[in-house]
């Protein structure tokens, strides 16, 4: 969960900044950027404790396995 935490972390450090800032357009920013990385781990905390991606909808642990995911590896 090594990611999540720093995903975190650069959400509260936004958020720090918003609070400090004067400028309503600035803190409006740093706002939205700490919505999209708390949105961010949220997502990666869904995807370690499922081992897929729920938004996705399919278990990207078996991917491999799957023929289309095969047939796309052999035109890399």
């Known amino acids: 969960m ?5 995903y975190r972390r650069s959400a509260a450090s936004l958020l720090d900044l ?3 800032t004067d400028s309503v357009a600035d803190k409006n920013r740093f706002l939205v950027m700490a919505e999209a ?3 961010l781990a949220a997502r ?3 995807t370690s404790m499922f081992g897929r991606d729920p938004e996705m909808g399919f278990d990207r642990r078996n991917l491999k396995h799957h ?3 095969a ?3 052999e035109d890399d």
Do not use: F, I, S, Y
Request: hydrophobic share 35%.
């Open 71 to 73: 047939a796309n590896k």
């Open 67 to 69: 023929p289309r995911h």
């Open 44 to 46: 990666a905390t869904k």
């Open 37 to 39: 990385w708390l949105a």
């Open 2 to 6: 090594g990611n999540v935490d720093e």
């Open 18 to 20: 918003a609070q400090r």
